[in-house]
């Protein structure tokens, strides 16, 4: 059974750091790309960052450039995501998706079907 699970989310003070962490079961990740993607509540799911399956090819939304970083180890089997920095407005629930699939694919013109994990909460409060 394919399966991704992150983990690493939770309530953090404005100008904190968290790292997301996604995790896969049931299948290697060293052929799919992976993408975080967040989502508030009645609102698109829209792409946050992505990395391409040897981890060469990165994608940043504007609002988690300078800010966020995303890497993958491959024999962990797991991908990151490290904010730092964090704002109120990065308040959302966090997915993690793998698919084979190019990074503009997935992070851009989301042509694309693949594995999504449950999605973690991240709250940014003081």
């Known amino acids: 059974q394919l399966q991704l699970v992150e983990s690493g989310g939770g309530l953090v003070q404005p100008g904190g750091s968290l790292r997301l962490s996604c995790a896969a079961s049931?299948?290697?990740?060293?052929?799919?790309?992976v993408g975080w993607f967040r989502q508030a509540p009645g609102k698109e799911r829209e792409g946050v960052s992505c990395?391409?399956?040897?981890?060469?090819?990165?994608y940043y939304a504007d609002s988690a450039k300078g800010r966020f970083t995303i890497s993958r180890d491959n024999a962990k089997n797991t991908v990151y995501l490290q904010m730092n920095s964090l704002k109120p407005e990065d308040t959302f629930v966090y997915y993690c998706?793998?698919?084979?699939?190019?990074?503009?694919?997935?992070?851009?013109?989301?042509?694309?079907?693949?594995?999504w994990g449950q999605g973690i909460q991240v709250t940014v409060s003081s």
């Open positions: 049931g299948f290697t990740l060293d052929y799919y790309a």
């Open positions: 998706a793998a698919a084979k699939a190019t990074v503009q694919a997935m992070c851009v013109s989301k042509a694309w079907s693949g594995s």
């Open positions: 990395i391409s399956s040897r981890g060469g090819i990165t």
